[in-house]
């Protein structure tokens, strides 16, 4: 008898039969196309299909339709997510009447929670649900949550009429545990449904192009360029008119918009179904991952083939497409003790079938293919970049917390309007399209005819560009303090006579910086992430953010643990006159250059994914005598 376990194998090895010959089909129907049939169409050549489940024809799926459609949506579902999140500490101060501290660190919960749910909708995508469903599944949760908020703000919260604006007289009343209550299930229904749907939009965004196909390769690679463009502009709008409106206290007005903008955005997204091109979800990576290790740990005593990777064990090509992602992956040099799981010991690798098939079949806790073994190599080799890029999200947030400190203390009244600190990361965003354009029109083209190679610089490239202006960015904002603090009584609480416009080159420089960085991060790790962790690799982007607000938060504490010392009152004081955030700020400048330099040292170490053109069929799987 054949045990469960047994069994299940091979209902999987029955899938992959299934759903592995999904590039054959691909290229029988193209085949057809050359032949003369009736309806002709070109399929693509990268193993998507359409909402049926059959290869993806390229006149009737995918391209700028599906594209626009995602970049449309992101726009509209970022504008919903920072309604709420851009005031957020201001609506737990004034209307649920909590101190500063207490809603600072409610925030960051909040935020960090977001990142975390990042991941399990990666995992979700990857493993199981694929990116479209887990995108509309959660974005229904992101909407049912803001609607949550907007009711229970407008029936339960805004206590008596007209409060939570702006001064002591406009504070809310009371409020009862269940009231409270709601309003957390909410902002954290809102938390899990932007998180999980966050990493696997761009994903799935980037999916509707084929990157077999010169010009479609192209246009996925603007694709990323314009997908940080809409997320900026969604912001523009929360950051700008609905900080506004929810300042002056009509916030079930602003949450009430941030609902009906995420609710269009759903409903658009459905609208588009027909047209999306899709990748089958490949089953729990975890797994993958778990096999390999333990086949390499039970042959660490076994030989080396001395030829490389000739000598490993591969499966066709059409059974790496279902089991391992939709293309068989080469194998390279580095972690050489993993390839150990791949080297073939006919002995133990391979067992007898039992039932009517007959025939022996592949232990994959023994053996696994060169293309799963690189599937980890190549998530290990991701790892190093990873981190280097967390140091630059410390930079990167230092908008939200010391740049806006910064502009409170200085003279924000222009031509009679005072202009609120925060709204200064307007000038951001002006960037981040400003630059966004440059590149692609300007810089990239040019780039290329020097270099003689299309893809102009390439994304370690453009994130070390990234790296270098964010130590500008943090080079000028220590500059603008020095000649702040000059421009101040020291002893005085006042604000500096320094005009808050000193601080436009700081933000410009940090949204070119987001360009380069962000967006490089956005391509990189999605080319490099192997095919069945895509959304993995743009999850790797959101954790870099979150990671980023945790070691900006233990690093400001570090320094002011140092430098607060007696009468000293640290360089980081609520009266910034009296403190010397100029020093603070060089710090954070050459902390980024020492971390641009071990960046520098991860890229050249760095080894690209190979990945196999050749639709040649290596030994079949099942093959004892492999």
Known sequence: MATSSEKSNVEKEKRVAENGDMQTRSASFNKEMNEGKDEQHEYTLDGSVDIRGRPAAKGKTGGWVGGVLVLVNQGLATLAFFGVGVNLVLFLTRVLQQNNADAANNVSK??????????????????????????????VIFVFGLVLLSVSTYLFLLKPSGCGGEGEHFLCG???????????VSVYLIALGNGGYQPNIATF????????????SHSKVSFFSYFYLALNLGSLFSNTFLDYFEDKGMWALGFWVSAGSAAVALLLFLCGSSRYRHFKPIGNPLSRVCQVVVAASRKWRMKMPTNGGDDLYEVEEKQVSAAHGSRRTLHTEGFRFLDRAAVIDPENDFRIQEGKSGGCRRDPWRLCPITQVEELKCVLRLIPIWLTTILYSVVFTQMASLFVEQGAAMDGTVAGFRIPPASMSAFDIVSVAAFILFYRRLLNPLVSRLRKDPRGLTELQRMGAGLILAIMATASAGTVEVKRLRNVCRDCDDDSSLSILWQIPQYALIGASEVFMYVGQLEFFNGQAPDGLKSFGSALCMTSISLGNYVSSLLVTAVMEITAKGDRPGWIPANLNRGHMDRFYFLLASLTAA??????????????IKLEESDEDDDDDDNCNA
């Open 174 to 184: 009371p409020h009862s545990s269940m009231e409270t209550g709601v309003f957390y």
């Open 595 to 608: 971390d641009f330099l071990v960046f520098v040292a991860c890229a050249r170490w760095y080894r690209r």
């Open 205 to 216: 965004g980037a999916d509707q192009f084929d990157e077999k196909d010169v010009d479609e």
């Open 110 to 139: 909040w935020t960090g929670t977001v990142y975390i749910f990042s991941l399990v909708g990666a995992f979700l995508s990857d493993s199981y649900w694929g990116r479209y469903k887990t995108c509309a599944i959660f974005q």
